[in-house]
């Protein structure tokens, strides 16, 4: 921290006479002038002689500029410093010490550059410090490691949002404030943003573009000192999250390779043994999907979208086909569809698949006398408790109930083209 006025009279033993002598010195600068404010910027330390000092409002004009406190030189112009000045610098809490004249100036202005370069190489300092470890943690721990040990090197929290503003990765997430609203402040083409909420102050930064996330800082004191090393942090997380999304790039497209390698009947590890093939608008957490021609596509026994019927991994052209009918035809499988003498190319065989010959031959005479069971016993030449069996039996089969005349109409549709 900058040395304050208090400590600076301390070490050189100036009298404090007035005013709050607690605030950092920012710099020193000497002038006889009655009204020097259009040559400050705040923060000063002013020395006098005190040809001016008195003038009417001088202590007003000089607390208005900024000034921290006021250095006056006795010995020369005055032996003491003037009652008036002290209680006009007291009322107003401008900090006023006494230079003996002994204590040059320049022994004042020397202090102060020697504290403020000390601060200044200690602040450097440690933001080499923390750039090492940040960049290590980087190296280490990637994403997660960098955002843990920003929050440690700030002695505040951190939390990594993604683009929804949803957290990814945090460090001390317990004291994390509801952001939403902050996040819009990025709107409009801002990188960052900075305020102040629940005593702490709060600092927003996004990561290349709102795409990649926003790193979200808060603390207890001003960030001014640290900023740095935010900054440091905000560019290695933007660097892995690209690094990472060259990573997702050339998995998508090994995933596409993959799927186009069993268009063409040639295996790929690492899927069931028998699977749907689904065209959805989202990849899933989990299991094999693949990005074709514009579509998501996902091989899984469930999931989300447009599925074909069961296929294995030397079926996968027939199921993806299947999947595009079922979704142009706007039905969930592909053995849900129904409708008209025009049946789907595939449509027959994967809805009888899973019935055999005889199932086949009693559905066939059965639905032809429209679901009467003693005309269909008498022409399948078998009781009719033995017909109800088979029915059942197909039922367990296609997981559906013949109960429904959709189902039938499908049955008869595909039995027909079957049987052409």
């Known amino acids: 921290m900058p040395i304050s006025l208090h400590d ?22 000497g002038t006889e002038l009655a009204d020097p404010t259009p040559f400050l910027e705040g923060g000063e330390l002013l020395l006098t002689t005190g040809l001016n000092a008195l003038t009417p409002g001088y202590v007003d004009r000089l607390v208005r500029a900024g000034v ?58 440690r933001t080499s410090e923390a750039q090492r470890a940040l960049t290590r943690a980087a ?35 317990r004291l994390v404030p509801e952001l939403r609203e902050e996040l819009a402040r990025l709107g409009g083409g801002l990188a960052s943003a900075a305020f102040e909420t629940d005593g702490r102050q709060v600092f927003l930064q996004a990561l290349g573009s709102r795409a990649r996330g926003v790193l979200a800082v808060g603390t207890t004191e001003p960030l001014d000192a640290d900023l740095n090393i935010v900054n440091t942090a905000a560019s290695l997380l933007t660097l892995a999250l690209a690094q990472n999304d060259a990573v997702d790039a050339a998995y998508r497209e090994l995933r596409t390779g993959q799927f186009r390698l069993l268009l063409n009947g040639i295996g790929v590890d690492g899927l069931p043994e028998r699977f ?31 599925a074909s019927s069961e296929v294995d991994r030397t079926e996968v052209a027939r199921g993806y086909r299947e999947a595009r009918q079922a979704k142009k035809a ?76 959709g189902l039938r109409a499908e049955l008869w549709l595909a039995l027909h083209r079957e049987g052409q």
């Open 139 to 173: 190296v280490r721990g990637g994403v997660a490691g960098v955002v843990r040990r920003l929050g440690q090197w700030i002695n505040g929290w951190v939390v990594l949002l993604d683009a929804a503003g949803e957290p990814v990765h945090s460090h001390n997430a």
């Open 8 to 29: 600076l009279a301390r070490s050189l033993g100036l009298p404090v006479l007035a005013g709050d002598v607690s605030r950092p010195v920012g710099w020193v600068h």
């Open 68 to 125: 921290v406190g006021l250095g006056f030189g006795t010995g020369l112009g005055h032996d003491v410093v003037p009652p008036d000045l002290v209680r006009q610098a007291g009322e107003a809490g401008l900090g006023l010490v006494e230079v003996p004249r002994e204590v040059p100036f320049i022994a004042i202005s020397k202090a102060v550059s020697k504290a403020l370069a000390a601060d200044e190489y200690a602040a450097l300092t």
């Open 276 to 306: 749907r093939v689904f065209l959805t608008d989202d990849p899933p957490d989990d299991g094999f999907w693949a990005e074709h021609d514009g579509r998501i596509v996902v091989l899984a026994n469930e999931s989300d979208g447009f």
């Open 330 to 405: 706007g039905v969930r499988r592909f053995e849900d569809l129904a409708g008209s003498l025009e049946v789907p190319e595939g449509f027959a065989e994967a809805l009888l698949r899973p019935l055999d010959e005889e199932t086949r031959a009693t559905l066939r005479v059965w639905l032809g006398h429209h679901g009467a069971w003693d005309p269909a016993a008498t022409e399948l030449a078998i009781h009719r408790h033995t017909l109800r069996n088979r029915v059942r039996k197909a039922e367990l089969a296609l997981g559906r109930t013949l109960d429904s005349p």
